[in-house]
């Protein structure tokens, strides 16, 4: 098929609208053959420019066909970009000069050209701009962005300050608000006029204007920074004003009476009157109005014109109507049967007063008081007279109600009932509602049922009223409740002629109190005890009771005698563990009863502990008992047991045995014989027996043998200070039996301790013997503080030549020797800040303080000290000085650095156009050659040298001169180029030939022609 294909074939990424010029390898076609797409096609052929109008990833196609056959070849994806210029901006005063600042906000910019509209320019990214006069165009912001890309914007940004302002309202009405507003935001400082006297401050200044008329507003604006600005609006704001008023005809006779009145209002349309009466208002302008009562009455006028402004005016002077104006109040206005009033007047203007009470009395007093004797209703008339004999009536709207109470005709057959029985009442009273409350019971029928179920006096109450006002009256009787008495004998059963004397009791004995009791045996007839003693076998006993209720009972009473009970054993004392006896009796059959005691036997079954102990024996037949007791004293027995007094060493003073009894007496070595004291100082260690006597009637007796040991003193040896950083020390002690501990003890049983971590100070040291008799020594010993080395060292350059001071920073310099080595040879002794002149090489310098305490201190500086040489370097040595990318000038060198005189930086010289060297830059060491794209290589020639400087800031001499070449081209014709360079004669051996490269569409140099070093122009044909 045909070749499509094209160059270039993969351009580098363009901006948006930009064109590319596309050339098909083939140009052997027709134009009409060539198809190109993906783009905005500007021409035809077998070359085109293409514009790239849309942002995003293109690709560019052709497609050629011939003979039927096609061939379509599509470029890479080529990226269009597009800039996006954009600025804020603040303008801080608004008169000239106007102060502007910048602030961009385009995206990726790299570039920035501003043209501020007034002739003046800034490539700052956020520039701040004066205007010195208004400008005459636009703002313009033309960008670069990351892609190379331009973009530009235009805004109209400053404006002079300007007065200017607005009103919420123009037509207004006085008294009311109204809201003036600037239209500048550069303002700060506002001074307000408002034509009616009054002035403020405010941004937003809300006024009231009093009067009516036509007001010019004036306002003088600033903006901080000394630019001013005023504003005056004539006749700006119309005020409208009604002023209501009116007059009126006082009356002078008494009512009712026609008044007149006459509207004096101005500015007014429409009017409403309120003439204090509470009749309806009326709109009129001039009404008349009829008065049917005296009094003071307060008149209103609204006036009202069109635009709806309005006044209000209150008569501060009320409107009179001559004639009393009658009022009064009461103070009860129902009563049952008869009621006694009181009348409090409140009347105004009244000189004379006729109470008619409605119930045929009258009185003329001002405030009269009155008794209703008869049941009705009433509502009093009051006439009054004033000064003027006008005579008013007053009828009050408060009725008086005098209602009936009933009756009460009650009849209470007997008030003491006996218990269980029923309330006989009779009762003919006449009434709306009976309510009984009686015991707790309530009722609210005419004649209810009561039954006494208590004894005792209840009250019997009783209210019978009628519904209208409420009347009633009480009737109230004490009813008393009587026990009917049970005297039921409380039968005890037989009664055993040992019992003694025997209370008998009836079931209601609490409550009957006075029982009457007799019979055979009786010996208390209030009590109804019985001695059952002087009674044979059997007897009858009786119990009477006589009251309002009365009652009667009997009981035959069995007498039996009991079994004889003797213990024959007497009372006995036994020390304790000592055995006891069983006890003997006349009569067997009985039960015995106390600690430990069988019940059959009487013996005692388990230890008595000291103490009194009684027990009983208890001898029965069916009805009847009897028992009797004797006593056992157990005594304490004695305990002699000697405790042990623990461990008793030698160098104790004295020692003290107890026993669990005390009151015994001591034997033995030494010993008191009372308090139990041993005096050890008497004795040497070893076993002693003694003895413990208790004497009495339990005694006892015990013997104790005494160990006394051996006292082993522990006393550590004195030792002398040790200096910080010692590895370990050893302490010795009187005995060896004994351990160690303190500090970092490592074998607690021979005394070494581990110091070497230990900073300096005061510690404490412990030795303990552990046996019977313990005992430990404390040894405090002091760490002396060893020097601590603080040094720096000081040397401007190290070179040959330059002394290295040493500044110690030591603390304790003062008390402190310091000797010095440089590779381990002596320099300097006991001098605390030396200096060194050492000739080229490597050195290891170390120190050694003693301070005051004759601790010292070694210390060798880790790093090594180099001493350079200071002498010049070889020259360096340009390879090569080469135009690249028709931008720039690499320059290529060879230089020099030594192990003891390095190379520190290169200084590079340029000239240009044969003129002279000037210092270009200073390149560290590490790189050997530089770009130079601040050049013009197509108008210019540039030269450079080298100068390499040394560790020691020594300068070699200056290398060879590396030169660019200048390439000049022109178009002689349009198939034709002409290429020019100037020659390049700075290469020791000269030049062997000049290469031309061209850039093919793969972006690689190729090299398609060359010329030897005579020639320095060629003429290509394209």
């Known amino acids: 098929g045909p070749d499509a294909s094209f160059s270039p074939i993969n351009p580098p ?19 009409n053959k060539y198809e190109w797409s993906g783009a905005t096609i500007l021409g035809s052929g077998d070359s085109t420019w293409i514009q790239f109008s849309d942002t995003g990833k293109k690709v560019i196609s052709l497609s050629i066909k011939e003979r039927g056959c096609r061939n379509t070849i599509i470029s890479d994806t080529i990226i269009v970009n597009k800039a996006t210029a954009n600025f804020t901006f603040e303008q801080l005063n608004g008169c000239l000069p106007i102060d502007v600042v910048f602030q961009d906000s385009s995206t990726n910019p790299t570039d920035w050209q501003w043209n501020f509209g007034d002739g003046n320019y800034s490539s700052s990214e956020d520039p701040t701009h004066q205007y010195i006069s208004m400008p005459t165009d636009s703002v313009n912001l033309i960008i670069t ?4 890309c331009l973009d530009s914007i235009k805004a109209v940004i400053i404006n002079e300050l300007n007065a200017d302002f607005i009103a919420d309202d123009t037509i207004i009405c006085a008294n009311t608000p109204i809201t003036f507003s600037g239209l500048d935001d550069v303002v700060n400082n506002w001074q307000w006029d408002f034509g009616d006297g009054n002035t403020s401050t405010d941004s937003v200044p809300v006024h009231y204007y009093q009067n009516a008329g036509n007001y010019e507003v004036k306002l003088i604006v600033s903006d901080g920074q000394g630019c001013n600005d005023t504003v005056i609006k004539t006749n700006y704001i119309e005020v409208q004003e009604v002023i209501a008023d009116f007059s009126y005809s006082s009356p002078g006779t008494c009512p009712p009476i026609v008044t007149t009145f006459t509207n004096q209002s101005i500015g007014a349309t429409d009017y409403i009157w309120d003439f204090g009466d509470g009749v309806n208002n009326v709109i009129v302008p001039n009404p008349s109005h009829i008065y049917e009562t005296s009094g003071s009455y307060f008149v209103t006028l609204i006036a009202i014109d069109n635009g709806g402004c309005r006044d209000t005016l209150i008569n501060p002077d009320s409107l009179y109507i001559p004639g009393p104006q009658l009022n009064f109040s009461i103070d009860n206005l129902t009563g049952c049967d008869s009621l006694s009033i009181s009348i409090t007047d409140s009347s105004i203007n009244a000189i004379d007063y006729y109470w008619d009470f409605r119930d045929g009395s009258s009185s003329t007093l001002i405030n009269p008081s009155h008794m209703y004797n008869s049941i009705g209703s009433y509502n009093i008339i009051l006439s009054g007279v004033d000064a003027a004999n006008c005579t008013t009536y007053y009828t009050s709207p408060d009725t008086i109600n005098i209602y009936p109470s009933p009756i009460i005709d009650l009849t209470i057959l007997d008030s003491n009932i006996c218990f269980n029985s029923n309330l006989l009442l009779s009762n003919n009273t006449f009434a709306d509602n009976h309510f009984w409350t009686f015991n707790s019971v309530t009722d609210s029928v005419l004649s209810p049922f009561f039954i006494i179920d208590f004894t005792g006096m209840e009250a019997l109450n009783y209210t019978a009223s009628n519904i209208l006002g409420n009347c009633s009256n009480v009737y109230s009787i004490n009813i008393t409740g009587h026990q009917i008495p049970d005297i039921s004998i409380i039968d005890q059963g037989i009664i055993c002629s040992n019992q003694g004397l025997v209370d008998y009791n009836s079931t209601n004995q609490g409550v009957l109190n006075s029982i009457n009791w007799y019979g055979n045996g009786i010996v208390d007839s209030i009590q109804g005890l019985l001695n059952p003693i002087i009674i044979a076998d059997s007897t009858m006993i009786y119990a009477t009771f006589d009251s309002i209720c009365s009652s009667q009972d009997s009981l035959k009473i069995i007498i039996d005698n009991p079994p004889n009970d003797t213990i024959l054993t007497p009372n006995d004392t036994l020390c304790f563990g000592q055995p006891i006896p069983d006890p003997q009796v006349l009569n067997t059959g009985g039960v015995w009863s106390g600690i430990n005691v069988d019940a059959n036997t009487g013996s005692i079954t388990d230890t008595l502990f000291p103490g009194s102990y009684i027990y009983q024996y208890k001898l029965s037949n069916l009805n009847c008992s009897d028992s009797s007791t004797y006593q056992i004293e157990i005594l304490n027995q004695s305990n002699a047991t000697i405790l042990s007094p623990g461990i008793v060493c030698e160098n104790q003073d004295t020692a003290y045995l107890s026993a669990i009894d005390t009151g015994g007496a001591w034997s033995g070595p030494f010993i008191n014989s009372t308090s139990g004291l041993i005096n050890i100082n008497n004795l040497a260690f070893g076993n002693y027996e003694y003895v413990y006597n208790i004497y009495g009637d339990c005694p006892d007796t015990d013997t104790f043998s005494l160990e006394i040991f051996e006292f082993i003193l522990a006393q550590i040896n004195d030792t002398a200070d040790f200096c910080e950083g010692t590895d370990s020390i050893q302490f010795t002690a009187s005995t060896t039996i004994g351990e160690w501990s303190g500090l970092m003890n490592t074998q607690s049983n021979n005394g070494w301790f581990i110091t070497d971590s230990l900073e300096d100070g005061t510690y404490e040291v412990y030795y303990t013997i552990n046996n019977e008799c313990p005992n430990e020594d404390t040894l405090s010993i002091t760490i002396l503080p060893r020097p601590e080395i603080n040094v720096i060292f000081d040397q ?17 310099l003062s008390n402190e020797n310091y000797s010095w080595y440089v590779n381990n040879d002596t320099v300097w002794t006991n001098f605390n800040e030396p200096y060194f002149s050492l000739d080229t090489g490597s050195y ?14 070694e210390y060798v500086f880790s790093d090594s000290i180099y001493i350079y040489d200071n002498t010049p370097l070889e020259k360096p040595e340009i390879i090569r000085s080469t135009v690249e990318n028709n931008n720039s000038v690499f320059t290529q060198w060879k230089d020099t650095s030594l192990a003891m005189n390095p190379l520190s930086s290169n200084l590079l010289y340029r000239s240009i156009n044969g003129g002279t060297f000037n210092y270009l830059i200073d390149i560290d060491s590490s790189s050997h050659s530089y770009l130079d794209t601040d050049v013009d290589v197509f108008n210019n020639n540039y030269k450079y040298f080298v100068i390499s400087k040394n560790i020691c800031e020594i300068n070699s001499s200056n290398s060879n001169v590396g030169s660019s070449i200048r390439l000049i081209y022109e178009k002689p014709s349009i198939l034709k180029t002409k290429l020019e360079w100037n020659k390049y004669d700075n290469w020791t051996d000269g030049v062997n030939r000049y290469e031309i490269q061209k850039l093919n569409a793969s972006g690689q140099w190729e090299i398609i022609n060359f010329t030897d070093s005579s020639y320095n122009r060629i003429i290509l044909d394209e």
Do not use: R, W
Request: charged share 10%; proline share 6%; glycine share 4%.
């Open 13 to 31: 990424p363009i901006c948006h609208t930009d064109s590319i010029l596309f050339i098909a390898n083939d140009d052997s076609f027709s134009n």
């Open 145 to 148: 962005d990351s892609n190379g």
């Open 796 to 812: 401007e350059l190290p070179c040959v030549g330059y002394p290295i001071n040493v500044i110690n920073n030591s603390m304790n």
């Open 844 to 857: 290891q310098i170390k120190t050694s303080a003693i301070n005051q305490f004759l601790c010292t201190t």
